[in-house]
């Protein structure tokens, strides 16, 4: 999620108001879930373990790990992760699927700026004065906690634990878990005083709620007296550089600039993981288009896509997400425009391409509370873990605020402007104040009269002509001078005039789809994970760990490995190897000593969609990891065969039914009749 | 260069002699260059313009410029720089490289770290004490300078500007130059005194030098007691992680993990653009390999490569690089070990293959005196450029250095183990207190007496051991009771014993290679950046800018444009675009009504290789960037050909000699000459 969208809520003052925030709270963190998932043609129902047995297979594995461990405890690390090698690898994978999804498929302006950002541009968006928390602190120790998470945790304990809860107090506790992110700091107060909650660590009373900026702040320069900030998105980046870009550009409009970077956010209590931590990796796309025609031109390449959205009505009428055509959506103004709907149809491609499950992804709209004044339109990607829904992309229209907001500040346009094929006509109202007679009526007065004449707006100067022409004089205040002065009909001009103009000049609308990398790529482990019996040829006799990525992101795609202990195998395996490298598979090796039951379970946690067993020196098996088919393939063959897999070229249907052998599975006849119906 | 690098020559207490210095200072920055640089065959000599031309055109074409740009004046923004779109994509096909080359290439496991670092990790390290620059401060106004910074410009303005200086102050002006970076505060503090140099923007007097660390500050939390910095280099992320990785490696060395990432470093005062910036972005390498066999299995691929370096002896003794044959480097004993050599061979290829000219490439080794104690041997890869030689890349032999300080401060092993194929008898010297005697001989100072004789080292219990054996007494004196005590033979055993050992277990040495991919790429900048004059069927007067990179990191590989405006044309150069795009060819297309030769001009401002011009619904002609020769290939061929020409598959020549249609450029006969010999 991006800090963006978190900073727009704050900024409108608003937030979402939790819809699943008393579910989840009312559901066993660890609880095993049942989920629906498809690989291929085959749909199963399987039994996903616990969280924690992800984590720690997910762990072990170095897919990803918590940073300065050896430090653990003589430092704060809460909120730092590390990617470990296979992690770097699914990480990397996602990166470049973007990329080539949104970067070069729609021509985009890649950019890249730094992390360390003076204050006045945070200033300008807001940040320095609205990207906040709510804390409290222990009054004696001074440790800091979110007031938000205090107040949900004594909630949820209390509906858990206290099994003689009255109905009404129970009812009174949901209502305040579903509206937890919309109180005020002191509403937060308010009810933390009435439930006595103290301070978890040393039962101490606890401070009043108030805001704490998120940003860390730095200072650039030896002197100590340039504060900056590490940035809290990408976005601001952008922005500043909206006149190059246009220029680069051949200043035209639409065009979208994107950027992949660090953001850093200094979480006062990080919990949930890879969730929400201190620094993360942003992926922001701003894409500029005229306020006045926010069609798209590729609109009709998304149209029919159906997929669950959530749309505002029927959040608040108590309904659940559904399937819409996003054409529909369109259409019936659920949507607000071609372009953002354009973008939530790319970032539902996207995602599902990835491997997250399209049945636990929702598009869910900013309710109005949630969403600043300035935006036109908000829908969140949001995707069901066993956190619950979590925001993992957000899609705003932000309109015009970032731009003007920026040219504000700095004193410089950001605009964009329409050359007309042919000058036109335009009328605008003219205030004249006729300074002579002003002078003579007001003497020192007289260029405040003026300065307050021309700065009415056009309701009030129409108001003005229409008195001055019935009465001939008005009672005017002038706010410079504090006191109310009488205009009469010759001391000011007010009428229509015609102009010619040449162009349009005008601040560009910013559509802004913005990525959470690492959000998305922890959902990706939830919905590729699930465990399996061992049966009774393998050699392991828990359950055994599966990653179930498609080819495109999986961080090997396939493995490598002699049957047996063998030299000549070895050498066929190291050759394969070598040829892989060669077409750019990237692939893991083992020529260990280790069992081949173990060595497919290897292959199994790393999430490799392919294992190459070597078992003879003309031709080898390949495994695909989540049916356990085999098929036999001749040597010559084979990175052929793993190329077209792994490009998409070809379905594991398409090799089976070349090159099957044997079936292992006990899918077996599941799998026949629904790969070959007939 | 990694901040590493210069944390080592800090922490060794020396610094690099600037050999180069004093010539350096003595040309003007902006004098044209005479450079020879080789073109595929062709070899030619050409003035290379000035620095600020180069600099002025990369920034109207946005492959960067200053950030924040609009808020110049309003806040501190020296030192930090962005990639614009064609930057990014430059930037980009290094970093792809670089995976390629060492990633992929040596199966190098990569990861990622926060940036964020806690305190504890960078006190371990030594960065919190010791990494730092010399600052002076204007004592009235408070402004900062670095100190060494003051006493150059100084020196320069005297050598440049004094024309009547005495030949024994050049002398010595020269000499300070040429020490500048060995200078310790006081010294610096002295020369400063000495000269009288006062604070440039006001001439007021100046404080004594004293360090500054180059750290970013920030902390973690809410409570703002957890001190954190953001890192100064990767580095640290690996050697916290070792213990995971090489279980991950299946405990087995040589292995190498590798990181890309940003790297923070807050300079006093930046100068030199890109060559030194506050935020950028850094690639490392750590290679860790046993202590005692520190050869490389894949040494004989780079043993016969030749190249130019400057080994110590040459620098001490006045003379000057020179061409080296890798493998006669470690013969002679010149580069301390194979691996750290293989290192070396393998930056070459790195830098030589992205279009880094190797005739203003050599690989500097450090001088007893920049060198950190512990180091082995370090090489610098130093590359030309209009500023002198910049290093680029470190590559520093650290022994066990940085695995043993966090060992130390964390408390935690950090380890590699051998396994004996079967255990070896070790004999060691077994020191065993007799108890019983030494309590009835010292009562309650006997144990301060055991703890002591256990405490003596080898030689200190042989030689009681000889003493005993022939007085059979000896004075001894136990330092925690501050007196002598008398040793008799009964109150000690001290021998030699045999002990199986099952395995060997030791620190790994680590071989870091540091690559300082921003400087990389101005280097590049410089190298690849050409004008020529325009010729008379140009349109455009001026010099031409060309920038010359290779395929394999140009931002675009080719253009596309329709010769003249032409619906008929412009479908087909669309088409073409397409079919690029399919084929994963970055490229440009223009459909714009700009001239041809504009159309070209910017071809090569861009530095795209190729530029395919559609004058027929059937064919095209394609046109080389450096020579500007024409072929004319069918429509269906074109991807074909520019695909075969950007994967390295055929030379320009290939396709020339099978499609040449007309020679356009001056260079032909020479061209002829050089490509086709015979």
Known sequence: MSAASSLQSRAAGGTKPDIDAANEALNPMDEDLKVSSSVGALKVTRQVPSRQAMAKMLQERLFYIPSFKIYDGAAETAGLFDYGPPGVKLKNNVLAFWRQHFVLGENMLEVECPSVTPEIVLKASGHVDRFTDLMVKDEKNGNCYRADHLLKDFCTEKLQKDLNIAEEKAKELKHVLALLDDLSAEELGAKIKEYGITAPDTSNPLSDPYPFNLMFQ????????????????????????????????????????????????????????????????????????????????????VAELEFQMFPREEQVSGQSARILRLGEAVAKGIVDNQTLAYFIGRVYLFLTRLGIDEERLRFRQHLPNEMAHYAADCWDAEIETSYGWIECVGIADRSAYDLQAHSVKSNKDLMAHEKFSEPREVEELVISPVVKETGLAFKADGKNVVEALRAMNEKEALEMKADLEAKGEVVFYVCTLGKNVSIKQNMVTISYKKRKEHQRRFTPSVIEPSFGIGRIIYCLFEHSYYTRQSQAGDEQSNNLNVLRFPPLVAPFKCTVFPLVQN??????????SKSLTAAGISHKIDITGTSIGKKYARTDELGAPFAITVDSTTSVTIRERDSKDQVRVNLNE?????????????????????????????????????????
């Open 218 to 301: 730095t200072s650039i320069g030896p002197s100590g007296s340039s504060t900056a900030y590490m940035r809290p998105e990408t976005a601001q980046g952008i922005f500043v550089n909206f006149n190059y870009l246009y220029y680069y550009n051949g200043n035209k409009l639409p065009f979208a600039a994107a950027q992949i970077g660090q953001a850093f956010r200094n979480e006062i209590a990080p919990r949930q993981g890879l969730l929400r931590v201190r620094e993360f990796t942003l992926a922001e796309i701003e894409h500029f288009v005229d306020p006045e025609d926010k069609t798209h031109p590729k609109f009709n390449e």
């Open 567 to 576: 030299k000549e195998y070895e050498e066929v395996a190291k050759g394969i």
């Open 638 to 678: 084979v990175v052929v065969v793993v190329k077209e897999l792994t490009a998409g070229l070809k379905t594991w249907a398409d090799v089976w039914r070349v090159h099957r052998v044997r079936r292992q599975s006990r899918l077996r006849n599941l799998l026949n009749k629904l790969c070959f119906p007939c």
